[in-house]
Structure formats: structure tokens, C-alpha cells
């Protein structure tokens, strides 16, 4: 395959993610040079950074207004970059504030546009989708029931797999076990990855943690750490037992239950196979956007993707301590009832593909550029 450019693009840490391994599948198949925006694992992956944009991922709706003057900017910058680096292909991940403007100018330059980690539109804007359809050339899914949306528009669209299947080591998939009638059971806080996220959640999850504990004495919590936050950032507890540990997947593997914000986390609990309810709260502003702009009836990505509510949700006045205790002590106590919504999260882990989404993301981009397929000894022993 003769050397060609790809400039990629990821906004966030889940973008960036995402990004470095499909980086490492694209380097895996010859020669190739990448170039654009994103993150730490974009660019220890091999993709030469401009700018790092995935480390000033702007949060929820006020995070927009708040900084839109960096968000012309970087626009900017990103739009120079394509007229001097003149790529083979702009590739995208999510963030489509950013992302659907950077292929409107792409497609007009003549570059052609792969977007992988499609917008959300299913959820916040359906119209927006023929937009997308006359400036994106091949769009890359990871949830089931993306094909069939982007289809209808009359989109090229290929559904590759969600790629937390090549995140989670394959022995941690499913590894969740029951907790037993009269042992110890193990409560896991998933207040969000984010500062802002933890000063609207986490007061909260202590609170139906503190009515659960208290009818189950044998309950022990556990706070899971995002990365890129500190102990520091939890505060006082209160009187509490909570160990707060890293949110790596071994640790959540051991949990029975978890209060979980709404996001990729609820994802891969059902990966882990760990019952959950799913928990939203925002600002006002944030809010109120997302009242006005959210067309469907369901706001975690394990209920959507099942296409009903195998988990309750929780939404704001809603998300109240005694509702969130009543619906967790049931799952608690009960190891048939977790066995149930067990099996409901495997067939969510089925529906989600296999793994090596990151490596069939990079067939389809190598193919849709026209060029040879890789010789084996190129992929070596990483391919699915």
C-alpha cells in the first residue's frame, strides 16, 4: 500500500480512546502517516498531534457557551490543517459540534469524509441527518440499530461492532457473579468521569447508598475513580463506609449492583455483566437543553441499545435517594432477580457485536480509500 494521509479527530476521552486503537489497526496496514486532534492514547497510538482536543473536552450545553471562543479557534486551526496537509481521508469521532462543521469545509475541499463513532442524531436532532448525508462519504457504527437510520437517508454506512468489546479484556466480559443470600454484597458508585458530573451526582448516590447500607447491613460501597480525577474531588463522605478505588474493569467485575450516571459506563457494566439503575442529573441550563432537544424516550445507552427498560432510569427530580435504594435492594437480595437482569445485559452484550470493531473499522476505511488490502504478515496476530 504507497503512503497515504489520514487526519483523524476525536473531542473527548471516549473519542480519543477510540482513536488510538483505530490508529494501531490503521497502522498495522501499511504505510501510513496520521495527523489531527485528539488525545494521550491518539498519540501514543502514532498520530501527530496539532492540537490536543481531546484534553479540553467541553462539557454539556453551558460548556459550549462557555467556550466558544476556543471552539473558533481550534475550528480554525483544524481547517488550516486540511488545506495544508491535503489528507486522503478526514476521519471523525463523535463530537459533532466540532466534527460536522470540519466536514462541511472538508467536503468541500474535495477530501472524503469517514465518520467513525457516529452523532447521536437518533437521539437530539434527526433532521440533522441529511446534512450529514451530503458531507459524510462512509459512516462507521458501533450501536445495532445505527444501520438501519442511516440507511434510510440513503447513507453508505457499515456497522463494525462497538469497540469497548476490544477495550475490556475478554476474560472480564460476562465476569460479574451473584451475590449470595447471607454473604457480603458489593455496591458500586459510578458518579461520572468528569468534576461537574461528580458535584451533581455523587451527593446523591451517597444518600440511596447510606438507605441501602441501612437495610442491608452486609452491603459494602465502593466509589469507582475516573481517570483525571482525584480522591480530593470526592469530598467528605460523611459517615459513610466508602473505599474509593480506580474504576478499572477487574475491580467493577467484582460488584453486584451499581448506581451508574448515564453515559458509555452503563455500556460496560452490561459488557461486565453487572445489574445497574441509571442516573441523570444536570444543571439547569443543561437541562432544560436537553428537554428541548432529546427526541427519545430512553437516556441510558444499556435501555437503548436493548430497545426497552431492563434498567431503571432516574431523571433528575426523579433521581432521589429512596427511589434509587428501592430499586437496587431488590437486585441485592435477591440472586434470582439479578440472575434475571443478567441474562437481559448479555443479549445486550450480544447485540454489540464481537470484538475487533477497531480492526474492521480500518478494513473499511482502506477499502473505501481504494487501496489493496494488507498482507497478512502486516497484521500480524492483532487482527480479529
Known amino acids: ?22 490508529a494501531a489497526a490503521l497502522l498495522c496496514r501499511g504505510p501510513v502517516r496520521l495527523v489531527g486532534m485528539g488525545g494521550r492514547k491518539m498519540a501514543e497510538a502514532g498520530v501527530e498531534l496539532a492540537y490536543p482536543l481531546a484534553d479540553h473536552a467541553i462539557v454539556g450545553w453551558s460548556g459550549v457557551l462557555r467556550s466558544l471562543f476556543l471552539f473558533r479557534r481550534v475550528l480554525m486551526q483544524a481547517r488550516r490543517m486540511l488545506e495544508e496537509q491535503r489528507p486522503d481521508a478526514l476521519v471523525l469521532l463523535d463530537y459533532p459540534g466540532f466534527n460536522v462543521r470540519l466536514a462541511r469545509f472538508a467536503h468541500s475541499r474535495g477530501i472524503p469524509v469517514i465518520y467513525y463513532i457516529s452523532p447521536q442524531l437518533w437521539a437530539w436532532n434527526p433532521g440533522r441527518i441529511h446534512e450529514i448525508r451530503r458531507v459524510v462519504d462512509l459512516m462507521l457504527v458501533i450501536l445495532p440499530f445505527e444501520p438501519g437510520f442511516y440507511r434510510q437517508a440513503g447513507m453508505e454506512v457499515e456497522f463494525v461492532g462497538h469497540p469497548l468489546l476490544d477495550v475490556i479484556p475478554p476474560g472480564l466480559l460476562g465476569a460479574a457473579t451473584p451475590p449470595t443470600r447471607h454473604g457480603e454484597v458489593r455496591l458500586g458508585l459510578l458518579p461520572g468521569s468528569r468534576r461537574g458530573e461528580l458535584r451533581h451526582m455523587l451527593p446523591t448516590l451517597l444518600a440511596a447508598s447510606r438507605l441501602i447500607v441501612e437495610r442491608l ?10 481517570p483525571g480525577l482525584s480522591d480530593a474531588d470526592f469530598g467528605r463522605l460523611g459517615d459513610l463506609p ?20 448515564s453515559g458509555t459506563a452503563t455500556l460496560e457494566n452490561a459488557l461486565l455483566g453487572v445489574p445497574m439503575c441509571v442516573i441523570y442529573r444536570a444543571g439547569p441550563l443543561n437541562m432544560a437543553i436537553a428537554k428541548a432537544l432529546v427526541r427519545i424516550p430512553r437516556i441510558g445507552l444499556v435501555n437503548i441499545v436493548a430497545e426497552r427498560d431492563i434498567c431503571p432510569e432516574f431523571i433528575q427530580r426523579q433521581a432521589h ?7 437496587a435492594l431488590p437486585v441485592l437480595s435477591d440472586p434470582a432477580r439479578w440472575q434475571e437482569v443478567r441474562r437481559d445485559l448479555d443479549e445486550v452484550r450480544h447485540r454489540l457485536g464481537r470484538p475487533g470493531a477497531s480492526h474492521r473499522a480500518a478494513d473499511a476505511i482502506v477499502a473505501h480509500l481504494g487501496l489493496p488490502a494488507p498482507s497478512p504478515h502486516l497484521l500480524g496476530s492483532t487482527a480479529p
Open 1 to 22: 500500500m504507497s503512503s497515504r494521509t489520514i487526519m483523524m479527530i476525536a473531542g473527548e476521552a471516549s473519542g480519543d480512546m477510540y482513536g488510538g486503537l483505530l
Open 242 to 261: 466508602v473505599e474509593v478505588c480506580e474504576a478499572d474493569y477487574a475491580a467493577r467485575a467484582r460488584i453486584h449492583y451499581a448506581l451508574t450516571a
Open 217 to 226: 447491613p452486609r452491603c459494602r460501597v465502593v466509589a469507582f475513580r475516573a
Open 321 to 327: 435517594a429512596q427511589a434509587i435504594a428501592d430499586a
